[in-house]
């Protein structure tokens, strides 16, 4: 299986450079993004060979996650069971019968590390999710979508009332799992005690970290920096402890000048003056099943580059 994941920042202005083609040129199973930008209806894509799992921020233009995806899931999360901390649309989580698929777009510390205290909390409540998906335990508080025996979403019953014009109700139009955009708040929510099958676990985005100093081109002038400070790096280190792979230094555990963000000032990216902080991370059990991880830094239209992992599922 071929999974990629890119950070878009902003997809809009993506669609008019060229995302269609380059996502068709992959050809991947999943293809995940960050920062998409957008509310629910306000792009439309020409990827029929996908279906498309979306999750929004309630401050409109920013942030956003979303997952295409050939093979239909059993159930997508839309959150890790916080309020405060889901507000954002940072995570969209994929059930499959073999695995599960988290894409992630953590937030970013900010100048001054003036978000570090809601970015602690963040990547604790992040790894409690993945090892909790591992052991078949959900996150109660979420809204996740699920087909009912029609093959629709299922929709909570007050789904679209009064989010019209001057308060109009809105009739909510039946759509099978996948099928274009659909307000998460349009979804019911996880109960507390829910289960799923224990699985491993993948998960990629934009982890908003350069784990060590190989990581990025200049560690010296940028250590204690929002993305190099001991916390977040820390942080990345208990999870991976915590039983997950970074599967592109596994491959590649001396490459040095590999990056998946450059500034867009003082010609970084021509310079190769980058960081590492995309990553695709895989549960210890799938390690062995690791085919290759790359980085595709020829490909633009973003801040960001996509990364992508091949993994031997069969």
């Not at 209806?41 to 279906?51: H, I, K, M, S």
């Not at 937030?107 to 052991?135: S, T, V, Y």
Request: hydrophobic letters at 35%; charged letters at 25%; a negative charge.
């Amino acid at each position: 299986m071929r999974m990629i994941s890119w950070n878009v920042n902003g997809l809009r202005a993506v669609l008019k450079k060229g995302f269609e083609d380059i996502v068709c040129q992959f050809d991947a199973d999943v293809v995940a993004l960050q920062e998409t930008k957008l509310q629910a209806g306000q792009a439309t894509l020409d990827l029929p060979q996908y279906r498309e799992f979306w999750s929004y921020a309630e401050k409109k233009g920013y942030s956003g996650t979303a997952v295409f995806t050939k093979e239909e899931p059993l159930q997508v999360l839309h959150g890790l069971g916080f309020p405060h901390l889901d507000n954002e649309g940072r995570i969209v989580a994929c059930e499959f019968p073999e695995y599960w698929f988290v894409c992630v777009y953590t937030p970013n510390a900010q100048n001054e590390l003036a978000r570090i205290d809601h970015r602690m909390e963040w990547d604790d409540a992040f790894r409690d999710f993945c090892k909790g998906l591992e052991e078949g335990v959900l996150p109660a508080g979420v809204p996740v979508e699920r087909a009912g025996a029609d093959g629709n979403v299922v929709l909570r019953s007050e789904a679209g009332l009064g989010e019209g014009k001057n308060g109009a109700d809105v009739i909510p139009e039946s759509a099978p799992m996948g099928d274009g955009h659909l307000p998460t708040q349009w979804l019911p929510l996880t109960q507390p005690g829910e289960s799923a099958q224990p699985k491993p676990v993948v998960t990629c985005g934009d982890f908003n970290v350069a784990h060590h100093e190989i990581d990025l081109k200049n560690p010296g002038p940028n250590r204690g920096n929002a993305g190099f400070s001991d916390e977040e790096r820390e942080k990345f280190t208990k999870l991976l402890d915590a039983g997950f792979v970074d599967t592109f230094r596994s491959t590649h555990p001396d490459l040095a000048g590999a990056y998946s963000w450059w500034s867009y000032r003082f010609n970084a990216r021509k310079n190769n003056a980058g960081w590492r902080i995309d990553y695709f991370l895989v549960s210890d059990a799938l390690a062995p099943r690791i085919q290759a991880a790359s980085i595709y830094s020829e490909v633009f239209g973003s801040d960001h580059c996509p990364v992508g992992l091949e993994l031997d599922l069969d």
